[in-house]
């Protein structure tokens, strides 16, 4: 084929606007959205009517090929992102882990993990211990590679844990760079001690895991985070939210008008924690994450947030290991490796549960799942748009026709899937990554063809921000919850 595509008669969906247009696609770019466009016969022409066309999902949060809990996860950069264009997804932002804490090597390890990739992509920097070279290599990371986000990590003591005068130091650093802070929300110090207390009442098994750290972890974390966010003011990003007592926390910081944007999961979204009561240890480790999946009714108002913008945009945390991985931790919780699947399915489960019940329009759809990431990580409108000059990744989607997840069927090499035998509405039946049909019920992917896409520091976020922290910090002695603006 000679690269060109035209797409014809769809409603064209962008987070501001939907229009029904043809979409000519060249050299990999969007290169004119409107009615009626005549093309030559060399043109690949896809019917889209009564379709919806919209961009590419962006998964905000993957970890593909990550060393973890004495093992590997099992999808790498090619399964897991063959499984991401099979559902929709044309860019992920995957985390880098550091080698020994060293920034520049793991950035380097992850750059060739990923060379093969098959579609775009892009890092967050997970930050693993806290010191003066990690500090200066921040600066090499923002300024020459690419690199606009940290991860520090409130949990997981004795590994990852960065203590709260680390975390101020961190936040006052990511505010120099123009870099966002991201924050993985749990009491470590007292996740340690809920674990040895299930350990000596002799539970071992999965459900050891959801008992020993409850929502008010996450819930006291968050707004810790929050807190110290507004004191050094800087923005504040907070992964996998998975629960009502960290949702609160967002929005009331959020009302006084703080900047933290809140992501939820597809796990906690659509899943409650009665699988990790199941007595069976194969069923019941597939559910594992951190933080974990909690009791009905945390689902539904993770759902409410994200309709409503409490929440504004949607992962996955993507992070697989099958069964024989999982029983790492057949005698100890501690010790299955975290995590569970969803790069794959977040797209599907997304709409199902909130567009075709009604709930959202098809345009804050794009926004959740695209715009909004692009947006925040600023490669926007390259990325999250159908706009001429954007990067030719988008979907079209059958809202009259089902999906059904199954591990049988999934493209992750994971066998399992903790989504097994969910079905509902909307189907993406055409993907087009970098301009090139890589899905269309069959994938065609090619390796090398994804690029990694550097993401700019930020202007806009950060603006003004000199002047504005001595107004800030007299303000925050003010009895008033309302108009705290450092303006
Ligand atoms: N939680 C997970 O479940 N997996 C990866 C890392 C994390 O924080
Ligand atoms: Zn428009
Ligand atoms: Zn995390
Ligand atoms: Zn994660």
């Known amino acids: 084929t000679s690269g060109k595509i035209l797409i014809k008669g769809g409603t064209v969906v962008n987070a501001h606007h939907k229009e029904v247009a043809d979409v000519y696609i060249q050299d990999g770019v969007i290169a004119s959205v409107r009615p009626n466009i005549i093309v030559s ?33 099992i999808d790498d950069f090619f399964s897991g ?33 990923a060379k093969n990739s098959v579609m775009d992509y892009g890092f967050h920097m997970a930050v693993t211990k806290w010191d003066e070279t990690v500090s200066e290599d921040m600066q090499i990371m923002v ?18 844990m960065i203590n709260d005068e680390l975390l101020l130091q961190a936040l006052e650093r990511c505010k120099k760079l123009g870099a966002l802070p991201m924050v993985h929300a749990e009491n470590g110090d007292a996740v340690a001690e809920g674990q040895r207390k299930m350990i000596e009442l002799g539970i071992t ?9 409850p929502p008010l972890l996450e819930g006291e974390a968050t707004a810790r985070a929050i807190r110290l966010a507004r004191f050094v003011n800087t923005p504040l990003y907070v992964v996998h939210v998975m629960s009502i007592d960290a949702t609160e926390e967002i929005a009331k910081a959020k009302m006084s ?18 699988w990790l009561w199941n007595p069976e240890f194969a069923t019941a480790a597939q559910y594992v994450m951190s933080p974990p999946i909690r009791k009905s009714g945390h689902d539904k108002s993770l759902q409410a947030a994200l309709s409503s913008g409490i929440l504004q945009l949607v992962g996955t945390d993507h992070c697989t290991f099958t069964k024989t991985q999982k029983a790492l931790g057949i005698d100890d919780f501690r010790k299955i490796p975290n995590g569970v699947n969803g790069i794959e399915e977040r797209m599907h489960l997304v709409w199902d549960l909130l567009v075709e019940s009604g709930r959202i329009s098809v345009m804050d759809y794009v926004r959740i799942t695209s715009t909004e990431c692009a947006r925040i990580f600023n490669i926007y409108p390259r990325k999250g748009a159908i706009m001429e000059g954007s990067d030719a990744d988008l979907i079209i989607l059958n809202p009259n026709a089902s999906f059904k997840i199954s591990a049988a069927s999934h493209h992750s090499r994971c ?5 097994e035998g969910m079905t509902g509405m909307g189907k993406v039946e055409v993907t087009i990554s970098g301009g090139r049909i890589v899905w269309d019920g069959e994938l065609k992917v090619k390796p090398g063809s994804g690029k990694y896409i550097k993401m700019p520091p930020f202007g806009y976020l950060f603006e003004g921000i000199e002047k ?9 002695h003010s009895p008033s919850r309302i108009g705290r603006s450092a303006a």
């Open 205 to 213: 098994g999965p459900k050891g895991h959801p008992l020993s750290r």
């Open 143 to 160: 300024n020459e590679k690419g690199i606009n986000s940290f991860k520090f990590f409130m949990a997981y003591k004795g590994s990852f």
């Open 468 to 476: 504005a922290d001595l107004a800030l910090l007299s303000s925050l």
């Open 81 to 113: 992102q063959a499984a991401a264009l099979a559902g929709g997804t044309t860019m992920h932002i995957d985390f880098v882990i550091p080698v020994n804490g060293n920034l520049s090597a793991g950035f380097d390890l992850y750059m060739n993990k």
């Open 257 to 274: 008008g703080q900047k933290v944007i809140g992501e939820p999961v597809v796990s906690g979204l659509v899943l409650n924690d009665s």
């Open 41 to 73: 016969d060399d043109v690949t022409i896809l019917d889209a009517t009564g379709k919806y066309v919209m961009p590419g999902g962006i998964d905000p949060h993957t970890h593909l090929a990550m060393e973890f809990m004495g093992t590997e996860t």
């Open 415 to 419: 066998d399992t899937n903790v989504y």
